[in-house]
């Protein structure tokens, strides 16, 4: 524990002493403007990757970056969400995955999970992306892989579509949905273009076209 306190000691002198007038605003209000939901994997660190300051994003970390459907009985990914779009009013959501996810590795290589029920239960809100990836031919476990971390991102982002907070947000036009992967490898990121239905680097691209709106 100690690496953590020294950090502590770390944040209150170089991060919380030159921000301390944003905290104070922040102290009693906040104001995101994107629902930013990723992977648990450490490695992943989205306030780091978007170089955002406190107060900038909501997040939403699990296990393979996953939304489950609306259901008669909503969990806590699903609260969330209806907070952040209902209360918060966030204009854009991020749906982003990542290289050498554990749980699509597990998915991808028909991993035995009965000796982790509730991760067995979880990776089923993924079965979409199992299937649609099963059913194409990949050149190497590599690539099957990589393709499933981005159908894995469709996927969600057609669940988030049915959590009525987001279809309403949707239909009166002031909300975007994007999906995202990031390699933790280069640290670059490829986002999903609308238009196509293909990833393309985010930063190669016209922002408009990488940032398409994906209704």
């Not at 982790?116 to 649609?132: C, G």
Request: glycine share 8%; hydrophobic share 40%; charged share 20%.
């Amino acid at each position: 524990m100690q690496h953590l306190i020294d950090g502590f000691r770390k944040f209150q002198r170089e991060a919380f002493s030159p921000r301390s007038d944003l905290f104070k605003h922040l102290a009693t209000t906040q104001n995101p403007g994107t629902l930013f939901v990723s992977c648990s994997d450490s490695r992943v660190v989205p306030e780091l990757l978007t170089q955002q300051e406190p107060g900038d994003l909501f997040v939403i970390r699990n296990a393979g970056n996953i939304v489950p459907s609306y259901g008669p009985e909503p969990g806590g990914v699903s609260a969330t969400v209806e907070y952040a779009v209902a209360v918060l009013g966030v204009s854009d959501i991020v749906i982003c995955g990542h290289s050498d996810c554990g749980a699509m590795t597990a998915i991808s290589t028909c991993t035995c999970l009965d000796h982790l029920p509730a991760v067995a239960n979880w990776l089923r809100h993924a079965e979409s992306a199992k299937v649609i990836n099963a059913s194409r031919q990949h050149v190497s476990d590599a690539a099957r892989l990589d393709a499933l971390v981005r159908e894995n991102v469709v996927a969600q982002l057609a669940n988030l579509k049915t959590h009525p907070s987001v279809a309403l947000a949707l239909e009166q036009g002031r909300m975007n949905l994007h999906g995202w992967v990031y390699d933790i490898e280069t640290g670059g990121i490829d986002a999903l273009d609308g238009r196509t239905g293909r990833f393309v680097s985010l930063l190669d691209h016209p922002a408009t076209r990488a940032h398409a709106a994906l209704t």
